[in-house]
Structure formats: structure tokens, C-alpha cells
């Protein structure tokens, strides 16, 4: 009852194992005494043996209650326990035979011996393992206290760099729709500047048939301009292209600087391929022709950053067929103003 006691008091520090093991310690020790005490009678071989075994069958079965009170207490020492079990009962046994057992006792005293020494190793060893895990706890502890500090700084940040982020992107969008005001300003300008540009053209050009406005590009038929096949400008092609000069830099002197036009200069060929080594394909000679008359203009006064010259081949043509009058047709320089 005492230590029942005492395990109450520290049951708040003590595993369940440990008053286990205390208990096995006890009972270990009793036996031992048991055997001392049964030695003693042996060696009197009197008449009050079996007072003696009497006296160690009730504290056998008062040890025997002891232990079935100590099974609830950890799960962990049910094997032990039975095992203690299985001892006792063996005990009982060697009681009624202990004049010619006498002279095993001292082996079996040897081994409760070394079985109390190997649960002491382990308890010593149980006691190591939880240190170090408690020590693991503890650092795993200051570890999540470090991260947790690291996520709030970086969410402190992150809201205030979406904050800016929204404050940046407002600014954007502001400038983008000042942009794009300005920029529909300078388109509608232009294309003021265009239509002027086109009527001067129309005037100056107004008796040849060859030449012509579709839509917002002025149409020179290649013929006008080039020799079948060829990139070299014809007379007349150069008096029409001078023409077309003069009236390029008239249009520079009106359009004010801030904005930015150029005047795209584009060649077209009919469907009929090309092999030859100065042009393998319509590509070559689409290009070629587009940068002859570009290098004139140049030639003429005309800026050079206000010049785009591109070739198409056969592959954009104004109308689909394979009659004369249609590849007549889509054989041509086109001009075009446009903003860069």
C-alpha cells in the first residue's frame, strides 16, 4: 500500500513502466529472499518446513494479487507480467520439491540476477530515447516558430507588392488609353494627310489610264514602269516615279513631325513562274522591282527611313483567273501610306 502510494504521488513524472518494473524488482527480490529463507529450512530439516511453505504459499498469492493489480497499469508490461505468471506458477512447483532442488537454486538465482540487470540496461535506455526526442520536439518546435515568422514577413510583403502592383498596372492602363487616343489622333491625321497626298497624285497623274487608286493604295501596272521580266525602270516609268517624288516631299514639309509615316512600297507578279539566274522565282523579281523604285525616290530627295519596300510574288493578286486582262492586272507596284 505504501508504494501504491508513492507511485500516485509521482505518477505525474513516471511512465506506467517504470512502477512496472519496480514491481518486478520487488517481486524478484522477495524470491530471492524466499530462497534464502527456504535454504535455511532445508538445512534444519525439521518439522517446521511445512509451517514455512505455508507461510510462502500466502505470500505467493499475495504477490499473485499484487501483479493482477499491476496489469492495468501499462499495456506495454503485459508480457512481462504473464511472464512473472508463468514463474510463479513454476515456483509453486519447485516449493514441494525444494530438499532436491536445493542444489539448482543458486543457478536460478543467478538468472533473476542477470534479468533484472538487462530490464535496468533497458530502462536506462528508454530513458536516453526520450531525451532526445523531447530534444527533437523542442527543435522542430523553435524550427516551426521560425517559418511561421518568414510566411507572415513574406505575406506582408506580398500585399504590399500587390498593392503596387495594382497602383502600377492602373498607371498603365491610364497610359495605354492616353496611347491609344494619341495614336487613333496621329491615324486620323494621317489619314487626312493621305487623302491630300492621293489628290495630289490624282492630279498630276489624272491623264494616265494605267494608273490608278484601289481602295487606300495607289496602282502603278508593271508595265508602266518595268520591261517584261526586268527590275530596270523604263523613261517612263522614272517620269511617273518622279512625279510621285515631288509629291512625297510636299507631303513631308505638311505632315508635322510627331508623326511617324512611311510610305510602303509593295511588287506583285501574275501567276506565270520565273526561272531565270537573275530572279528564280516571282519572289526575287516582286522584291527587286519594289526596291528599284525605292532607290529612285531616294534618289529623288524622298528620306529613306519614310520607305518600306516588300515583294508578294503571284501570292496576293487583285482578282483570281488566267486571262490576259486579269494578269495585266496583277502585275503592279502598289504605294501606300501608312503609319510605322
Known sequence: MARRGRSAEYGE?????????STLLLVVTFLLSVFMISQYYVAQESSGKDTALRRLNR?????TNILSLEK??????EDELSALQATLAALREDNSRLTSLTAGTDDKIKGATGQIAALASELDENKKLSAEAQSKVD??????????RQIAALNEALG???????????????????????????VQELQRYRSDFFGRLRDSLKDRKD??????????QSEVLFPSGQAAMLPEGLAAIDQLAQAILEL??????????????????????????????NWELSTARAISVVRFLISRGVPARR?????????????????????????????KLTNR
Open 307 to 335: 520607305l518600306v519596300a516588300a515583294g508578294y510574288g503571284e501570292f496576293q493578286p487583285l482578282e483570281e483567273g488566267g486571262t490576259e486582262d486579269v494578269l495585266r492586272r496583277n502585275r503592279r507596284i502598289e504605294l
Open 211 to 220: 494608273i490608278r487608286v484601289v481602295g487606300d493604295r495607289f496602282v502603278f
Open 59 to 63: 505470500q505467493i498469492a499475495e504477490l
Open 252 to 281: 513631308e514639309r505638311t505632315i508635322p513631325g510627331e508623326i511617324e509615316w512611311a510610305l510602303q512600297v509593295d511588287g506583285h507578279t501574275d501567276t506565270r513562274p520565273i526561272a531565270s539566274p537573275q530572279f528564280p522565282s
Open 72 to 77: 492495468g497499469k501499462a499495456k506495454s508490461a
Open 13 to 21: 513524472f513516471w511512465p506506467g513502466y517504470v512502477d512496472v518494473l
Open 160 to 186: 504590399a507588392s500587390e498593392a503596387k502592383d495594382r497602383d502600377s498596372q492602373d498607371r498603365i492602363k491610364d497610359m495605354g488609353l492616353r496611347l491609344n487616343a494619341a495614336l487613333a489622333r496621329q
Open 139 to 148: 527543435l522542430l518546435n523553435q524550427q516551426l516558430l521560425a517559418l511561421r
